[in-house]
């Protein structure tokens, strides 16, 4: 999702969202999951889509974000069932709300909306003044501050490596522990300017240097890569036959995740060709419906920059 202005309020622009609901399928009477109600953008099409018979479990584990945009959703009645937590329970959320078990399609928008992005006092950006935190949930302990003036060199190192990608990975911690015997570091500013000064500005890059380690941050603060395994697990009971997954993803940690999980589920025996006979007891699941992902069209992406990272991919439960 990305923001725009029009003139008075922000608003928010949903990645995919033509693509996403032609592909969640969706007809009058449906019950669907959108597990990153956001901005509300996808829901509200959902919604239009499934009409009053259907039905629709909205959740997001920004408690204020969640309340805030879901005010204007009361015309939708008892189709719209809003709830607060993380979508890697959603089984739990689920079944906390009477929601009707099996449903016909469950959404995943992953990652952040761009006003949660830019909320100064939430410090996931980079180029913000404001103080170190980065929880999605904001009632969970663990923030950006407590990781970066904390973890140990070796902690820090693995995390920019693994959730970051990132081949200086071990300099950077070590600039990071050398700092903070001086001072904590407070501001995703002083964060930033510490990475530039460690590894040199942007040298021709697209990228700012730090977006890698903000990247990897917010990974571990909020276990990004564990929800997203646990929810996709999650999906297959919670799927009716015929029923569809839809996921999209913005960044490469994320869509290697969806694309292996959707391929252990697409076949029906993964036992090594030599075995006579099946020992693996593993069943086909899903058939996948995007051979390659969907990404954006150049013209969304000049619309909402965001968008540019965007990969969906869909499944169906069989
Ligand atoms: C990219 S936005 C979704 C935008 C939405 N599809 C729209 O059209 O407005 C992702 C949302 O998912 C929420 N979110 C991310 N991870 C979550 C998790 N593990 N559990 C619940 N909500 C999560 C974020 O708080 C954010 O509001």
């Not at 996808?42 to 919604?47: A, Q, T, V, Y």
């Not at 002083?190 to 697209?206: D, H, I, N, P």
């Amino acid at each position: 999702m990305d923001e725009k202005t029009d003139g008075k309020n922000l608003v928010h622009k949903s990645v995919l969202l033509e693509e996403s609901i032609h592909l969640l399928n969706l007809s009058p009477g449906k019950k669907i999951i959108d597990a990153t109600f956001g901005g509300g953008g996808h829901s509200r099409s959902i919604l239009e889509a499934i009409g009053p018979g259907g039905k629709l479990l909205a959740i997001d584990w920004d408690r204020e974000n969640l309340e805030k945009m879901s005010g204007s959703f009361g015309k939708y009645g008892e189709s719209f069932v809003p709830v607060w937590g993380n979508f890697s329970h959603v089984a739990k959320l689920a079944s906390a709300t009477n929601f009707p078990i099996p449903v016909d399609g469950i959404l995943l928008d992953l990652g952040f909306s761009s006003l949660q992005m830019d909320d100064r006092t939430r410090g996931f950006s980079f180029q913000s003044d404001s103080k170190l935190d980065m929880r999605g949930d904001r009632t969970r302990p663990l923030s950006a501050w407590d990781v970066v003036n904390f973890y140990k060199v070796d902690e820090l190192s693995r995390i920019f490596r693994s959730f970051g990608e990132e081949r200086k990975a071990f300099v950077i911690a070590k600039a990071i522990v050398e700092y903070r015997k001086e001072k904590p570091i407070d501001t995703a500013l002083e964060l930033s300017a510490l990475v530039e000064r460690t590894v040199g500005g942007r040298k021709g890059s697209r990228i700012h240097p730090a977006t890698r380690i903000f990247q990897a941050i917010r990974i571990e603060v909020n276990g990004e890569l564990d929800n997203l395994e646990r929810v996709l697990e999650a999906s297959i009971d919670l799927l009716a036959v015929g029923g569809r997954l839809v996921v999209i993803s913005f960044h490469s940690l994320e869509d290697r995740i969806v694309k292996n999980f959707f391929k252990k589920h697409s076949v029906s025996c993964v036992c090594p060709p030599r075995f006579p006979i099946c020992r693996c007891g593993q069943r086909k699941n899903l058939e996948i419906i995007t051979k390659k992902p969907v990404v954006p069209t150049g013209e969304e992406v000049d619309i909402n920059r965001r968008s540019r990272s965007a990969k969906l991919r869909a499944a169906e439960r069989i």
